[in-house]
């Protein structure tokens, strides 16, 4: 129950957004109203305060469900606060050597579903829990790439929790399973469309244990291309984003937990915890960590330090 609910919120706050972009503004204000009132009452009626996690439903409270939490953190509904929480009971309760079982205490135990991972896997890139996104993504999606009898160039549709095919009757070409495509895409890349076809766009890489990367999203605006390396050992971070013409977006670099300098194109825009200033206004801002710049399109060479 709680993760059909989640998903319906989520189909809701969707709605809105497409009501929006038809011209629909009354059908959106009535989607929006809904997902509101549903959000509350899925953490008032199914979380359960003495495990830390969502409940599978209202009736059945002693088990622990990967869809359940990882959709709730996915989309929003989970409140902030709960959220380091749940990602920990996850962890502690349903993480194997291979990756993640999908339920506690189940028939399902034994088996991993890397379609319901790959929710998990959005959650925590999602939340900035980065190492153990990796991680799972690691421990999961490794045994399906190795070299091997039972390689196949493609992702599976279960796995045991010993690494290999779930049952005989396991697909070994199955799409639902292919989430770290859209995962290193989206959060260790970093790129992620905020208007319909990219018109706003946000760059917001998550580069965990990685050095280097690159990549592009193909827009009907043109690519939208992205390459960065770090070097956590120097402090350091450069980033090259190659945005299409008639696009806007919003460029964002971690600070690693320090006081960094921020150049973008040659100019600082953010020193010593403060942003620079051009013509009157803040050239950058300071959100979970991270340094953001809005910028338009073009090429950007941006780049950290630690500050002096």
Not at 124 to 138: H, I, M, P
Not at 153 to 171: D, I, K, V
Request: with cysteine; net charge neutral; proline share 5%.
């Amino acid at each position: 129950m709680t993760a059909y609910n989640a998903l319906y919120y989520q189909t809701l706050v969707d709605g809105a957004t497409m009501a929006t972009a038809t011209g629909h503004a009354g059908l959106a204000a009535q989607y929006t109203a809904q997902a509101a009132k549903l959000k509350a009452k899925i953490t008032a009626t199914l979380f359960n305060q003495t495990t830390g996690t969502y409940n599978l439903s209202n009736t059945v409270t002693n088990v622990v469900a990967q869809d359940a939490n990882a959709y709730a953190i996915e989309y929003g509904v989970a409140p902030a606060g709960k959220v380091p929480g749940v990602l920990a009971a996850l962890k502690s309760t349903l993480w194997t050597a291979k990756g993640s079982v999908p339920y506690s205490g189940t028939a399902y135990s034994d088996i991993e579903s890397p379609y319901v991972t790959g929710a998990e896997l959005a959650a925590r890139f999602g939340s900035d829990d980065t190492a153990n996104a990796v991680t799972l993504l690691q421990n999961e999606w490794g045994p399906m790439i190795t070299p091997g009898d039972l390689y196949t160039g493609t992702f599976w549709e279960n796995e045991s929790t010993s690494g290999t095919q779930g049952s005989s009757s396991t697909s070994m070409a199955h799409g639902w399973s292919t989430a770290p495509t859209s995962a290193l895409s989206e959060y260790v890349l970093g790129i992620q469309p905020i208007a319909a076809g990219y018109k706003t766009w946000s760059v917001k890489p998550q580069p965990g244990t990685l050095s280097c990367t690159q990549g592009q999203a193909p827009t009907p605006h043109g690519a939208l291309g992205v390459k960065w390396s770090h070097d956590a050992k120097a402090g350091s971070f450069a980033m090259q984003v190659t945005a299409p013409k008639g696009t806007s977006g919003t460029i964002s670099v971690s600070t690693f937990g320090s006081s960094v300098d921020v150049v973008v194109n040659g100019r600082t825009v953010w020193s010593h915890g403060h942003a620079a200033t051009q013509h009157g206004k803040a050239s950058a801002t300071l959100t979970g960590g991270y340094v953001n710049v809005p910028v338009g399109s073009g090429a950007f060479s941006v780049s950290t330090r630690l500050s002096r």
